[in-house]
């Protein structure tokens, strides 16, 4: 159980673009989610908190507008990349905060891959 | 406020020898500790959490992770090295219930020597 997929695995845009990645929880209900990003042999950074129904809640420095976040149901977030650039391609990676029977522990999805050309 | 120190970003250890990977944290709240793997390409597994019960952890694949409140650290270890260990791991903290948000250490990548 507590499976987490992210789609598209890959991703190749031209610069000005927009991006959507898809997050979602296949066997369980994610009242919140979260949304990292990974440079190249770095560590995740948090980009945002996104809690079902309402606005998500960004780290400081990243840009609301930029990385825009909905989490319109309990098992589905995404997250769009507007007018993406090449310094924007990164590894996003998702993850879904499962309940108090996992003593609220936070399942990760596959990551994406996004290249802007 | 909360944060993990991992000393070491890179380790090298022959296959068959014991895996010590070294984690510090810092948390103003009982913490809890998590380690997870990360192979090339691919989102973060989970092998072991510490949750304020038994401060030995056993995870997955043999791997293991002693909580000392004393020293404030929590290092994985497994016995005995295996190629299929070859991988970059990261330790992380939150503060539990209400407080989920992850903070990572900076990562170290494991090799192992044939």
């Known amino acids: 159980g507590a499976v987490v997929s992210q789609h598209p695995s890959r991703v190749i845009c031209k610069s000005g673009t927009s991006v959507k990645i898809e997050c979602r929880s296949l066997d369980f209900q994610a009242t919140t989610m979260f949304w990292y990003r990974q440079f190249p042999k770095k560590s995740l950074m948090l980009m945002a908190t996104?809690?079902?129904?309402?606005?998500?809640?960004?780290e400081q420095g990243v840009e609301k507008d930029k990385f825009l976040i909905n989490h319109a149901s309990l098992t589905l977030s995404t997250l769009t990349v507007t007018s993406a650039h090449p310094e924007d391609s990164s590894f996003y990676i998702c993850s879904a905060l499962a309940g108090e029977w996992t003593y609220n522990e936070q399942f990760f999805g596959p990551g994406t891959r996004l290249t802007v050309l | 406020a909360q944060s993990v120190t991992q000393l070491g970003s890179h380790v090298s250890v022959s296959e068959g020898a014991l895996v010590l990977l070294r984690c510090n944290y810092s948390?103003?709240?009982?913490?809890?500790l998590f380690w997870y793997v990360q192979y090339p390409n691919q989102g973060l597994q989970l092998l072991l959490k510490y949750t304020s019960a038994a401060t030995l952890v056993k995870g997955i694949n043999g791997f293991e992770a002693e909580f000392k409140k004393s020293e404030t650290s929590f290092h994985l270890t497994k016995p005995s090295a295996h190629m299929s260990d070859a991988a970059e791991y990261f330790c992380?903290?939150?503060?539990?219930?209400?407080?989920?948000?992850?903070?990572f250490g900076t990562g170290t990548r494991l090799t192992i020597i044939p």
């Open positions: 996104s809690n079902e129904g309402s606005k998500a809640t960004y």
């Open positions: 948390s103003s709240v009982p913490p809890y």
């Open positions: 992380a903290v939150n503060g539990g219930f209400g407080n989920e948000k992850l903070t």
